[in-house]
């Protein structure tokens, strides 16, 4: 055996660069998800790859199929390895290069960023928000909202006015026109 050679095996394993061939999303309870990476002429076996969190608090994130990795492999042994997550290339790039966000992007172009320098969140997405909140929401600060708004359940507002096409429909609005009897009252003054 050639120690030489085997050590320089081992070295060069240490850190590999690669990119994602297989992913294997896992299955509870029975396996772990897990992938394979080519680098070079070398496809590995499968691999765990390093999430954000994995104790009390956990993360789901999974790598795709291109996406560059680092192996880190302890001791240069392959089948100990595990895939680092990520490194950003020509056909991935980052969704911003503005020091001043934090921003995270998804497939179908979703996007959610913090502008830390304007102290600004800003979600950008296809679809919808649902929020499932037993508890109740509790909103701070004004609310602008443009669109349809559909509702259920009761609405109750304490203080503040109440307008509606510029007339007032708070509790102290007023009618003109009004008669006594079985007459209607007129539109809010």
């Known amino acids: 055996m050639n120690n030489v050679a085997e050590l ?12 994602i061939a297989e ?13 394979r990476v080519r680098s070079g002429a070398l496809l590995t076996g499968w691999l765990p790859w390093a999430g954000g969190r994995a104790g009390t608090t956990r993360d789901w994130n999974p790598p795709t199929v ?13 089948a100990n390895g595990v895939a680092m997550p990520s490194l950003f290339q020509l056909s991935a790039q980052p969704p911003s290069n503005d020091p001043g966000k934090i921003a995270r992007q998804y497939p179908d172009g979703g996007l959610i960023e ?4 304007a102290q600004v969140v800003r979600i950008n997405l ?9 508890g109740g929401t509790q909103w701070i600060g004004n609310i602008n909202h443009q669109g349809d708004m ?16 510029g007339k007032n429909v708070g509790s102290d609005h007023q009618h003109s026109g009004v008669q006594g009897g079985a007459s209607n009252t007129g539109e809010p003054v």
């Open 8 to 19: 320089l095996r081992l070295i060069e394993n240490l850190l590999r660069f690669g990119a």
């Open 23 to 35: 992913v294997d999303h896992g299955a509870p309870g029975e396996r772990l998800p897990a992938v």
């Open 66 to 78: 291109g996406e560059q990795v680092m192996i880190l492999s302890p001791g240069g042994d392959l």
């Open 114 to 117: 913090y502008d830390h320098a």
């Open 126 to 134: 296809p679809g919808r928000i649902e929020i499932t909140a037993p």
């Open 150 to 165: 559909h509702r259920q359940g009761s609405d109750t507002q304490t203080g503040g006015s109440k307008t509606h096409n």
